[in-house]
């Protein structure tokens, strides 16, 4: 488990379900995730299945004899939320509770941060934060700037960034940046969803062949020796067999040199297609 400032735990992998809105796919992986101890889960309002997760939830603590508190539920609020409350968004928040049938969040992450209101969003975050409505609060897609801003315009850091990470983008001024002001970060898209090169690259072979394990099990080792929880995403259980034997090697400092080395600063997720004025 990887402790956050505020003393909570969270797992050291999360699994993610970006627009996953089948009941019958949910439902298979995230049985499949949660007998391999995989009991943390990403969603926002966007990927249109808080309520079947709430179900798929509910039915594993029944039939698992599991608790709540086994998992690790991680929702977002999302650009045209802000918009819509001008930042006041607990109204969100008490939605977001309701479908996922659960009466607190692990984790609340601002999805974009929205310039127009992302200080009214924060300052609503802490209000729900200390209400115990969710544990942790956190912001995704950000730089440094903005991680700077809310701390001093609000006095108030947030527990978790989540950012896009992987070989091809490693983003090492914000993660730095989290390691020296005690906050967790999150990667998302950790494999960079097998894109070449990846799984191409001789670099990754050559280590995953050492280890005899596969280049998605390199990358994501990476992440967590580098000091990144990956938020990753399937919609095979074999691939959640895959990640589950990410935890029985260790790969050596000039082999993380060797992935990072891979880095060309390439994004996936635009924030200047996807965040107006960011
Ligand atoms: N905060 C944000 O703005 C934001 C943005 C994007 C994503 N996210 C979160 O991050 C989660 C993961 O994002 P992602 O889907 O981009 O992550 P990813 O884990 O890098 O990519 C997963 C995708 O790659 C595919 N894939 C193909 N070959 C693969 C291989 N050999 N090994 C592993 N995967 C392979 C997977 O398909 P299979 O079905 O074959 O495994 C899956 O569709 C999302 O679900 C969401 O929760 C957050």
Redesign the pocket.
């Known amino acids: 488990m990887v402790e956050l400032s505020n003393g909570g735990m969270m797992p050291p992998m999360i ?4 627009k ?1 809105t089948d009941y019958k796919t949910l439902k298979k992986i995230i049985r499949k995730a949660v007998k391999h101890g995989f009991t943390g889960l ?3 309002y966007a ?1 249109e299945n808080e309520a079947i997760i709430g179900n798929v939830v509910a039915e594993c603590m029944r039939d698992f004899s599991m608790q709540r508190s086994d998992f690790y539920i991680t929702d ?1 609020i999302d650009i045209w939320q802000m918009q819509e409350t001008q930042g006041k968004i607990s109204e969100n928040v008490e939605e977001a509770l309701r479908k996922l049938n659960t009466d607190y969040l692990d984790l609340l ?1 601002i ?2 941060p929205l310039p127009e209101y992302f200080v009214q969003t924060w300052e609503s975050f802490v209000k729900v934060f200390e209400q115990g409505k969710v544990k942790a609060i956190g912001i ?2 950000v730089k440094k700037r903005h991680l700077k801003q809310i701390i001093t315009d609000t006095g108030f850091s947030p527990h978790v960034v ?3 990470r ?1 070989p091809l983008h490693t983003d090492t001024k914000v993660l730095e940046f989290c390691k020296s002001n005690d906050i967790v970060y999150q990667a ?7 894109i070449e090169p990846l ?1 191409g690259s001789m670099e990754l072979n050559t280590i995953a062949e050492k280890y005899n394990k ?3 099990q390199v990358i994501i080792r990476w992440q967590i020796q580098t000091g990144a929880v ?7 259980t074999k ?1 959640i067999e ?1 990640y589950a034997g990410v935890f029985d090697f260790k790969l050596e400092e000039h082999e993380i040199h060797s992935i990072s080395s891979l880095d060309i600063n390439y994004k ?2 635009l924030e200047s297609v ?1 965040c107006p004025g960011f």
């Open positions: 699994m993610g379900t970006y996953i990403d969603t926002a990927y977002k992450l999805h974009w995704s897609n989540q950012n896009e992987h998302y898209s950790p494999v960079a969803r097998m799984p596969t280049v998605g990956p938020v990753f995403m399937t919609q095979k691939r895959e996936m997720t996807i």
